[in-house]
């Protein structure tokens, strides 16, 4: 079906997809660290410990916790007061709480102790830490500090492949193949953009493509059926 279809696609403009992207993706919710920092959690650290809550959990899940959380604590200082368990109770709705609650205290910790209070927007730093990837970091450093990286996660790589736009196995492929391919304007943008159009548009199974904004462009890569 798609790739009988793939040879009348026009080329794909990702200037021309992200706009209508953009305007696609107004009615739902926000990305959760994009959403954090419209409600003021916006610092390094804030983001960093927010994205460790969101690894492998639903954003719907991982935003309660997170505001939760720093509820309680939300500086490197008075997380560090907290002990694993004090932070697994205020988390234990996310998914590995009882991993990354230890994770979360030593993160904490180092920065007190190490850092002076406060995390620096260095990628290196973010990712000595236990739990952090690249994902995590890229997200910290652009949402907080406004630094161009790329942050890929399961929605990022599944439709920039489905478009045809890179052609890679996986999240860290796809990351590299941006980074030589994405305009340097979107790269903070890729991801707050595409967690919602992966979620509602282009979703893992069955995606609407009947009512996608790209459709014409978009090469369906692996889709086999469609709404």
Known sequence: MAEE???EKRPFEIDVALDRIREAVRRW????MFQL???GFDTPFEQLIACLLSVR???EVSLVAARRLFSVARTPDALAAL???EIERQIGDVTFHERKAPQIKAIATRVRDELGGELPCDGEVMQSFAGIGPKCAHL???VACGVPTISVDIHVHRVTNRW??????TPEQTMAALEQKLPEQYWIAINALLVPFGKHICTGVRPHCSTCPVLEMCQQVGVTSYR
């Open 5 to 7: 279809a793939s040879a």
């Open 29 to 32: 919710p926000k990305a959760a």
């Open 37 to 39: 920092a419209d409600e």
């Open 57 to 59: 959990t639903y954003d």
């Open 83 to 85: 002990t694993p368990d």
């Open 140 to 142: 910290a450093l652009g």
């Open 164 to 169: 045809g736009y890179v052609r890679t196995k």
